[in-house]
C-alpha cells in the first residue's frame, strides 16, 4: 500500500516514518507553490532544532569490564528549538499566509532512526497493510468521501477505500502517536492532532494529501479532541492531562484566537455551536461546560459556564448536540437524555414506564433533518421527535418527562456503537458506525419497506491484542484477544480468512509445529479460563459439496481438542524441540506438560514460584531439552523434559503434581546500581588520566618558563584541587522489577529483560548448580554480563524474537516501537549489539507490542499491541517480492466433515484436570464416609428404641419409685447448650424475618405519610365539666396548592391604544422634533497646511500666491456662511419654544382620563351591551389566586381557633390535676372529722379520648398481644385498624408508653398548683398503737379547735373546686360562642368558596378559546404596530429625499450662479456660454426595463420644468438657430469654455440625481399607499378580532352571572317592601351596601359644584383666546412690512430679489480655484519631467554610439576570420590533391590538424551566432538600424561580399528620423 506521491522505483518503496527521538534533527522549511502568481510575499521561519553531538563511546564486547561511559547521554526523542530561535521567530513580522502554500511532507512525517556506520537501510521495514482498528479510541472514524474514510492506527493515519479495501498511510510528525483527528465541513480538508512534547496540529488537504497548516503549541503533552466550526474557519482544540487546555484557531493564519484552561478533569469532546460561532460546548469525565466568546474590557475572552446536575446524579457524557435555540441535548451513563438550558438541567427524557432510553451510556447524539438521532453502548440507534424534545419540560418534582422514540435500530448482540458518521449518498441515509466491540458498520436509517439490514464492513478485534503466531509453512497468522474471538489472517494478501468467537477471552497462542502436523493446519490456543483448545484449519473447497451448502469461504475452523489444565488465564504455550510434549503455563503458578503423541494425554505439572509469563523450549543446538520458565516476580525456573511414562491405570492416580523433577532456581537480585556505580568509577579514571596528562603538561611548561619557581607555583596549584563527589550508593529496590522476556543464549544461560528500576539493559543469567532440597527462596542470584541498550531507561523490552535466519533479532518496546539489532549468525551471547534500526508504530501511550514475530521465510514481520493494531512489514530484501503472492490454505483432512465435533468447555466454573482428579478422589472419600454415617445412624436408632421402652417401664412402676425425668439428664451443660442453641435460633429467625420486619414498617410510614403527615390540625372536642356543652377544633390539612402558588396566565393583556398612544406619543413628536432641525454640516478646507521653511522657486511662489488669494475669500465666505448659521441657530430654538398645535397641558390630559374612566353611562354586568374593560377582565389564573388568597385566610383563622381550643384542653388537663390533689387533701382532713360532717366530696372529671387523639398512636405490650389475637381472629380486619392500634415502628408520632395510668398528664402548672394547695395540708396525727385515755378539758379544746379547723378547710376545698369547675366551663362557653361566629364566617367562606371554584371551573372552560382569540388580537396589533412602524419609517424616508431634492435644486442654482459670476460683466460670449452649458444632452444610461425609459424622460423633462433659474433662459434656449458647441469661438477664453463644458457635464450629473431621487419619492409614496391600505386591513382584522374577543368575554360574562351565588342576609336588612311586606319574588332585588350608597349620593353633590366650577373656567380662557388671534394678527401685518421693505431694498441695490446667503456662499468658486492651482502644479512637474527625460535620451544617444562602433569593429573582425577561413580552405585543397597519391591512408598529423581547423571552425561558428545575436539587439526600434549579416557558403565565401539586407527592416529608414517615438518607447 502506498502512500502519497510515493512511487515505487527499482522495486523499493519510501516509507514516511520517523523513530521515537532517533533522528538526526530537521529544520522545517515551507516551499512555495508558484500555481498562481501574486504580489504577496510570505517570510516564515525556519524552525531549526539542535542536533546532538555524537559522544564517544566505549562498546561493551562481551564483559562487564568494559563499560560505556555515556550512559546518560543516549540519543534523546526530540530537541526543543533554541531560545533564540524562538525569539527570533516570535520577532519576525507576521504576514498573511498565501493560499497556495504547502508544507513538504517528507520533512514533516517522522522517519525510523539508525544508528550511523551500521549500514542499515532506513526503510528496512516498511508498512505493508494494517488489519487492526482502534474501535475504543474517541471519534476513530471519519468520512472523507463517497468511499474513503480515515482512523488513527498508532502512529500512522490510515487513509481506507472500504470499497476497493486498500490502504494509504500519513505518518505522525512527533513519531509519539495522534491523538485526535477532525475533517473539514467541506471535506477539503482534514486535521491530524498529535501527541507528545507540545505537538502540533496538522491540517493536510484532501485529496492530495499535502500539509497545509501547522498549528502549534496548543496543549502540552496531547490533543484530546478538534473540532472545525459549521463554516470550516475556526478550529477547536482541547488537550489531555495535565493542562487541558482549550484553544480555537484561525487555522488558516496558523494563530490562536483564544486559548484557556477548559476543566481540572479528562475532556472528551469539544464542538461549536453550528447556529453561532461564538458558543462551544465541552464535556469529559463528570461535567459538561457551555462556553461564549464575549467581550470583556481586556478585550476577546472565553467565558465558560460549568453545568449543574443539581438534584441529578453527576454523570460522564459522553454524547450532546446543541440545539438550534442555544439549548444542549446530553447523553448520561445510565441511558437518559438530559435537556440543558443556561447551564441547568431543564428535564431529564425517559422512555414510557420510567424506562431509560438506553440500556447503558449514550455516545452520540445527532441532529439530522429534524430528527433526533442517539446511538448508544447498547448497540440501539433511536430517532426522537426533535419537536418534542425542544419544547420538553418537567410536569412534576422527578424532573423526568416520558418520551417515546419515532423509530429505532437494533444492529446486533454485543455490539456497542460509539460515533456515527453520515455517508454523502444522493437518496440514501446511509451511516457509518464505529463499533466499540470491534468492527465498522453500514446501516440504514431510513426505515421504510426496502431498508437494509445492518451490514459488518469490517471487522478487528477490540481491546489489546494478546497473542500472535504465524505458519511455519505459509503466509498465515493467527492472533487471540479478550474480546473471545480467534482470528486467521493471510497477510500476503491482505485478507481476513476467518475468526471463531468462543465464551473466554483469548490469552495465548501457538502454532503447531510441522513435526506435530506436517501442514501446519494446527493451532494450540489458551484463554483466560485455564482452558487450551486445539483448532484446525483447512480450506472447505476441498470437501465435498452438496446442495443447499453456505457459501464457501477462503477458510474454515474446527475445533479438534479441548482440556483445561489451569485454573487462571493461560499466558504460555510451548511445543518441545522434537513436538512430543507440550507445556502450558499460566498465572495459577502452574506448568503443564502433555503427551502430543497420545491425543495430549495429561503428563503432569509443575509448581512455580510465581506466576508464568513466558515458556522456552532449548534449541536443538543444546545437548539436553529443557525447559526455561520465566516467572513475573524475578524467578527462572530451568525443568527436564518430564519422563513419559507407559500406559497405567489412569484411576489410580490421585493427582498429576510431578514431585521428583529436578528443577534449577534463579532468582534475579538487582545489580543496576552496581553497573552504573562501576560506569562512573570507569569514568572518573578516565578523566582522571586526562587531568593527569594535563597536569604533567602544565608542570614541564611553568619549569621551562620559570625554573624552580614554576615547580613551587606548580605545587601550589595541586594543593588547590577539589576533592571528588561520593560515588552514587548501592541500590536495590524493595519491590523487586518484574521480568518482561527472555530466552536462552546457551546451556543454562540465557538473557532477561526487565521493567522498572532494573530497565534499560539486558541481563546475561546462568543458572546455579543444581542442589537437590535446597532452599530456593534464600538464594539472591546476580547476572554474569549486561547489555546497554539505548533510550530504554523508561521504555523497557517488552518482547523478543529472531528471524529465521537467526542474524535479526526484532525488539517490541513498552512505547509500541519497534526494534531491530543485526547480530552475528547464531550470536546468541549477543557479542554485537551496537547498530539498529528503531520506528514508533503502535500508541505510545498504551500500544505495547504485545507479539512479534516473522514469517516463515523472514519476508514479512508481523506486530500486534495493546492498541488493536496489526501491522505487517516487509522486510528488506534484494530479492524483489513477487506481487499478488497469496498464502496458502491448508487442505482438509480425509474425513474431517465426518468427524464429531468434541464438547467444548464452556462454563468458566468448570473443573481443571488437576481439580477434576481430585474431586473425584474427594467424592470417593464422600462416599465412603456417608456409608459409615448410615452405619451409625441405624445404630442410634436402635439405641433411641431401647430407651422409649425404658421410659415406658417407668411409667408403669408406682410414683415413689419412679425416676424423674430431670434424672435421665446425664450432664446439665447438654441442657444449657440446647437452650443456648434455642436462643441462637430465635436470633436466626429474626435475622430471617428482617425483611419482613422491615417491610411492614415500611407500609406503615407510607400509611402515615398519606393519610398523617398531610393533616396538620386533627379533631379535638373539649367537653365542659358540669354541663353538656363542648367544643371541636378544626381538622386541618396543609394548605391547598392554589396558595402556594401563582399560575402564570396564558392570556396576557395587550396595551390599550390610549395606554400606547400616551407612552410613545411623546417620544414620537421629540424625534420628529429633533429630525426636523438637523444642521447642515459645513464643507472641508482645501487648503493645505504650510510645509517647513525652504528656498522658494519662481513656479512655487506662483502657486503660493493663488493660493493665499483664495484662502482669504474662502476665509471671507466662511465668515457669513458662519454668521448665517447662527443666525439659523437662533431662529430654530425660538422656534422649539414654541409649543405644537396639538400640544395639550398634561393636567388636562390627566383629567381627560380620568373622565373616562370614572365618569359615563356604566351598564350593570347583565346587561346585554356590557363591555368588560380590559383590566377588569378575569381569567383562571386570576381567579385560582383569588381563591388561594380565600383558603390561606380561612387557615390562619382556623388555625387560630384551634390553638386556642387546644390551649383550652391543657387547662382541663391542669384542672383535673389540681382537683386531684385537693381531692387528695379533702379525704385526709375527712378522715379526722366524724362522718355526719363529711360533706360529698366533687366527682373528679375525667379526659374522654377525644380530648386526647394523639394517644391513638401509643401502645403497650398488652396493646400489642391484644392486636395480635384480634389479628389471628380475621386477618381481613388489619388493614382497617392500623390507623387505631399500629403495629409498632420507627415513625414519627408512634411511641410506646410505659406501663401506668392513661391519664397521668403532669404538667409544670400543675405542680406549683398541687404545691400551693398542699400549703393548707394540716398534719394529721399518727395513729400509735398505744392504749387510748380519756382526753383532758385541754386536748378537748384542742380537739374542738381543729374541728372547726377541718370544717373549715373541708368547706374552702370544696369551693375550691366548684369554682375551678365553673371557671372552665365558662371559659369553654366563651370560646364556644366565638366559634359559632367563627363557624359562621367559614361556612359563609366554604359558599364563597365553591363559587370560586365554579367561576374557575367555567373559566379554565372558556380559557382555551379565549387564549386563541387573544393571541389573534395580539398578533393583529403587533402586525397593525409593524405596519405603522413602516409607514412612520417610510415618511421620514421620504422626507429626507424631499430634502436631497431640495439640496440637488439649490446645487443647480449655485452653479448656474457661480458660472455667472465667473462670466463677469459685459461678455459678449455669454449668451452662447449660457446655450453651451444649458443644452440638453441624452446621455446613455443602463436600464433594467424598457419602460424605465419613458419614465426617467418624463422625470427629466419634469426636473428641467420645475428649475427656477431655468424657467426663463430655457425659452430662449428653444429656439431653432443651431451652434457648434464642441469648438471654442474665436476670442473665447478657452478656459470658460471649458468650464462650461465642465459644469454642463455637473448639471447633467444634477439632473440625472434629481430625476433618480423623484423616482425613488415614487416609489415610497406607492409603498406608503400600499402599507395604507394594509394598515386598514390590518385594523378592520384588529377591529374584527376586538369584537370577536369581546363577545367571548360578554358570554363569559353572561356565564358567570348564571352562576347562583348565596348571600345570607337578616330580615333588617332587606328594605324592599311591598305594602309593608316582604314580597315573596326577591328577583328583581339588588344587593348594595349602604356605605357604597352614600358615597354616591355625596358624589352626585360634587359633581354639580365641579360642573358649575369648569363652566366659569371655560369662559375665562374664551376670552383670552380671543386676545392672543388678535394679537397674531398684528404681528403678522408688522412682519408682512418687513418683508416689503427688504425686497425694495434688494431692487433698488441689485436690481432683482435674490438669495443673499447663495450669494454669500458663492462668493468664491473654490472648485475652480483649485483646479487652477493643481493645473498649476502639473504644469511644473511636467516641465520638470521633460528635462530629466531630455538629458535620460541624450545618455541613451551616447551609449547608442558607442556600441554602434564597437559592432563595426566586431563586423570588420568577422570578416578577416572569413577571409582567412577561405585562405586556409583553398590550402588544405591543395595539400590534399598533392600528397593523395602517395599515401593510401590519413596521416596521424592530418588527422590531428583537421581535427583542430574542425574545432576552430566550431568556435568561429558559435562567435558568429553570439555576434548575431547582439546585431539583432542593436538592430531593435530605438536602434541603429545596420544591415544583417548572414553566413556565407564555403564555395561562395569572398571578402568583398557585401551582406544582405533584412527583409524585415527598411535599410533606407533614418534612426535619428523620429526622435519623439523614441522618447516615447524610453
Sequence with gaps: MKEPRDQDTDGEKSERSRSDGKQSSKSESRSHTKEDATDETVTEGEESYLEDDDSDEDNLEGSSSSLQYDYLEGPKAFQEPSVQAVEEEEEKVKKKISENFFYDYTELASMPFVTPGGNIPRHFLILMHTFGYDCRKRSNLHLLDDSTVMYIAGNQLVLLDFKIKEQMYLRSSSGEGIGAIGVHPYKAYFTIAEKGSFPKIIIYEYPSLRPYRILQDG????????????????????????????TIWNWKEEQPILRTKAFSQEIFKVTFNPEDDEQLTTSGSGHIKFWEMAFTFTGLKLQGSLGRFGKTTTTDIEGYIELPDGKVLSGSEWGNMLLWEGSLIKVELCRSGMKTCHHGPINQITLDEGEVITAGSDGCIRIWDFETIDTADTIDDTGLLEIEPINELQVDKNVNLFSMIKMNETGNNFWLAQDASGAIWKLDLSFSNITQDPECLFSFHSGPIEALAVSPVTYLMATTSLDCSVRIYDFASKTHLVQMKFKQGGTALAWVPRLVSYSGAQIVVGFEDGVVRILELYDPKGLTLFTGRKKVLDAEICLKQVFKPHTAQVTALAYERDGEILATGSKDKTVFFFDVERD??????????????????????????????????????????????????????????????????????SVKSKILRLIEIEKRERLKALKEKEREARRQMLIDEMGEDGEKEFQEEEEEEEEEEPLPEIFIPPIPSPILCGFYSGPGKFWLSLDGYDSGFLYHCEFPPYIENSDFTKQNDEPFDFRLLEDTEDNPVYTITFSASQTLMFCGMKNGAIRMYVLSKDDFSLTDLEHYWHCNMHDNNYGCVKGISSSFDDRFLVTI?????????????QLELQKDIKAKVPSPRFGIESEEIPEDIEDPTAYSIENARRKREHDKLVKEMEEIKAGKREQLKALRNEFWKLLEMNKELPKHMQLQRTDFDIDSKIRAEIDKKTVFKIHQVEKELAWEKEKHELGLLKLQRRFRDPLENDTIVVYAIQTDHKISSYRLVKPSKYSKFKRQSQSERRQSKLERFEKEGTGKRDSQKETGGSVSIQEESIIEKGKKFRPRTLSEIMVGNQIEKTRKLIQKAERAQNKIQQRKKEWEELYKSKPDDDYEDPKDVQAIKEAQVYMGDFNLKTAPDYKIPEHMRINAA??????????????AKKMHMNKCILSLRDLKVAIIEEIQCLVQELKGIQLTLHVSKHIPIPPIPQIHPEEVPEKRFQYTEETLKRFQRQHVKTEMGRQSQVEHIGSGGPGGGFRKISSGKDGDLTTRDSLSRSSRASAFSLDLPKFTEFEKTEPTEVELEIMKRDEIKHLYMQQYLTSRIKELIVTFDAELRLLRHQKLKLDTQMKLSDLHHVTLYQEMLLLKNFEKQENILQERVNSSDKEEQDMQWKINETLKEMEEKKI?????????????????????????????????????????????????????????????DESSLESGEDESGSEDEVFDDSICPTNCDPALFELALQLREKRLDIEEALVEEKKTVDNLKKEYDTLSKKVKVVAMNLNAAEKALEAYQREKQQQLNELLVVIPLKLHQIEYMVSGEIPNDLSGTLVFSNHSLGRLQERIVQLHEENSKQQKLNKECRERRKLLIREKREMAKTIQKMEETVRRLMISKFGRVIDLEALQTLSVNTTLEELKIRKLRKELMNAKEIRMWEEKIAQVRWELMMKTKEHTKKLHQMNDLCIEKKKLDSRLNTLQNQQGNAFQGPRKADLRAKEKISELVQAQAQRILALKEEIALLRKKGGLILPPIHPVREEEMKPEEDPEEDPEEDPEEDPEEDPEEDLEDV
Excluded at 472545525?228 to 478550529?235: A, E, Q, V
Excluded at 386570576?1182 to 387557615?1195: F, I, P, T
Design 1444 to 1504: 436631497e431634492i431640495t439640496k440637488l435644486q439649490e446645487q443647480e442654482k449655485a452653479l448656474y450662479a457661480g458660472f455667472q459670476t465667473a462670466l463677469g460683466e459685459n461678455n459678449k460670449f455669454a449668451n452662447f456660454l449660457m446655450k453651451v452649458l444649458k443644452k440638453k444632452i441624452k446621455r446613455v444610461k443602463k436600464k433594467e426595463v424598457e419602460g424605465d425609459a419613458d419614465e426617467d424622460e418624463e422625470s427629466e423633462e419634469s426636473s428641467e
Design 1182 to 1195: 386570576k381567579k385560582e389566586e383569588e381563591l388561594g388568597q380565600l383558603d390561606s385566610l380561612a387557615h
Design 600 to 669: 495430549y494425554k495429561p503428563i503432569g505439572y509443575i509448581n512455580t514460584p510465581g506466576p508464568v509469563c513466558q515458556l522456552m523450549w532449548s534449541p536443538f543446538s543444546h545437548f539436553k531439552s529443557t525447559l526455561l520458565i520465566i516467572c513475573e516476580n524475578d524467578y527462572v525456573l530451568e525443568a527436564p523434559c518430564p519422563v513419559i511414562k507407559e500406559e497405567e491405570n489412569d484411576h489410580d492416580i490421585v493427582s498429576y503434581e510431578i514431585h521428583d523433577l529436578p528443577l534449577k532456581y534463579f532468582h534475579f537480585t
Design 865 to 877: 499491541g495493546a492498541d488493536s493494531n496489526i501491522f505487517v512489514f516487509n522486510v528488506f530484501s
Design 219 to 246: 496543549t502540552e503533552r496531547a490533543y484530546a479532541y478538534v473540532d472545525f466550526n459549521y463554516n470550516g474557519t475556526l478550529l477547536a482544540s482541547v488537550g489531555s492531562h495535565p493542562d487541558y487546555t482549550l
